[in-house]
């Protein structure tokens, strides 16, 4: 056992039955870990929020990826403070975090929410750490690179443990990452004008809590109880509803204009032009997007599919005959965004339109592995 | 009890807590029954298919409706004949469909497959009987009415009981069925160029079996056991996945192509481009669409909201404040059509596009609804 061993709500989200994905640069085949705790070299790590669902999956990332770190501290709010947890076969004690909890802390890796991480962050970087965000407090502050290692890292190659300098670096929304990690190759070959996303979003986008709810809840409702309404205002157990980010003046919710704004700042283009319908399914950990794509230059379906294949982080499922293409069950933990569907847009002339049909892990390359592949790039 | 009583699987898909439709011209406001049964002025009827999940439906929507018949006949293959159900307080026994069993009958509801439509869709009409079919057998034939009574009643207004003059209707897909009705009312007044549908569908376009298939599956995944996979290929529960049906050449599946198709046709209107993804979510029995809707003439979103409140078979649930859109649970056994999410689409200048968000059942409207409405018409 080498993860962390806080006790875990994620029954669920692990059950993964007829699984079929091609494995590819997944934590199952990993290489045996390496030990690199108290490396002399390795940078000193700070875990903000550690004990939520993206704080556990930031440890089981280190772990899996063998990040070096020459120690790490587990950082949580005092309610949390005290609890005790095993990452690597050594013993944590998790502290509540104070401005002191970074003093010497090269990399702090935060999910912890926005408000904390507005509140600490700021402090973090005077104390000369790196700071890599999960929330949405930073995104689109100028001067932030909001990065997915894939896709934009030149917008962080400034930034470098060792200066002992601090910085803030944002992670995208989960939606986003896992969208651009399908949509930048073909965007970079054929230049997306539009694109329309509609979302199948995971409850582990609301937390831990979220996904126990959607687990109670589906129990109540088979024994036909009424369902616990906790987290969420509605039923979600045999549901779907639209996201329940608050909706803007222009109608669009939070979550959907993360779409819009993160696209532009991530790909440095604000000429896209992108809408987005943004709706919760009962799935525990892995969003499905539906995104329909125009572009500027023409790209035929096999071609699209070439570079998707050939792509950095993304494995391509896309068998017709068999009827087999991405879902969410599939590449939960999985580190790799899964993309199928691809076809040519039959409402468009000519090969300026695609449909792709785009799987991901909320938690693991939407949020947690995202980050520390941030981190990697820092030293 | 004035409803059928055949063992019915669908335990979870009546549970609605939370439910906070507006309630109009549903079900559960209707006037106290009128027994019509024996009226002598009332046509012959016969179900087809009566103990499956859309033929059971056929008589509550009959009973609900108080849809006037002299007779019914109750229909099915041979495996279910000899069945007992009571139905408007009559005990009947179902009977094995055969080339007589249309003798005299003036109006069959027809939902038992593809197959058996086909074989005995004609023989019925060479009786003098008028079908209305369910399944997709006869929706592309020429000469053979695509009908949405709230859309295009125009295309069957020649067909009427009484002339003893034997006609098939095709009742469209439940997708295009649901999507239609809140996409047309907006396409009168501004022409629809071009949609984008992104769907959200439920077990029930599977059948009673998929249904029951997709609660078992979910109690065995909360006991931690493998998913019984008899109807789908994979795990349902906790999961979606592309539509089971086949896909063809062009990458798109058959109830894309339903979309795509039976649009045109019920419009009368080949230019329109639409291009459809069809996904299946683990609910029940109410079907979700994303449409993206991008128009000729202008309409704003106003406007937009004002046309479908004022639409026939439409309910609009379009609450920013407090997040509350229509959810398939809200619409389960209901008549009306949810449509929420009404917005300007800002990836489109001007007022040229407009994204909306629609619930509707798709065992009632989605079927045996529209059905009973189309057999209306014919009288």
Known sequence: MQTAVISSPFRLSTISTHSRIPSRNNASIRLPPIRMAHTETGPSVAVVGVTGAVGQEFLKVISDRNFPYRSIKMLASSRSAGKQLTFEDKEYVVEEMKDESFDGVDIALFSAGGGISKKMGPIAVEKGCIVVDNSSAFRMTEGVPLVIPEVNPEAMAHIKVGKRQGALIANPNCSTIIC??????????????????????????????????????????LAGKPPTCNIFSQQYAFNLFSHNAPVGENGYNEEEMKLVKE????????????????????????HAENVNL??????????????????????????????????????????????????????????????????????????????????????
Chains 1, 2 share one sequence.
């Open 294 to 379: 125009q572009f500027e230059n023409p790209l035929d379906e096999d071609t699209a599919r070439q570079i998707l294949k050939e792509a950095a982080g993304i494995v391509v499922i896309d068998d017709r005959a068999s009827n087999h293409f991405p879902t969410p069950l599939e590449v939960s933990s999985k580190d790799d965004v899964a993309v199928g569907r691809i076809r040519r847009d039959i409402s468009l002339n000519g090969n300026y339109g695609l449909d792709i049909f785009v799987c991901g892990d909320q938690i693991r390359k939407g949020a947690a592995l995202n980050a520390v592949q941030i981190a990697e790039k820092l030293l």
């Open 180 to 221: 651009l990690m399908a949509v930048t190759p073909l965007h970079r070959h054929a230049k997306v004008k539009r694109m329309v996303v509609s979302t199948y979003q995971a409850a582990s986008g609301a937390g831990a809590a979220a996904m126990e709810e959607l687990e109670l809840q589906t129990r109540e409702v």
């Open 263 to 286: 696209t532009r700042k991530i790909w440095n283009c604000q000429e896209v032009q992108v809408t987005a319908t943004c709706i919760r399914v009962p799935v525990m950990r892995a």
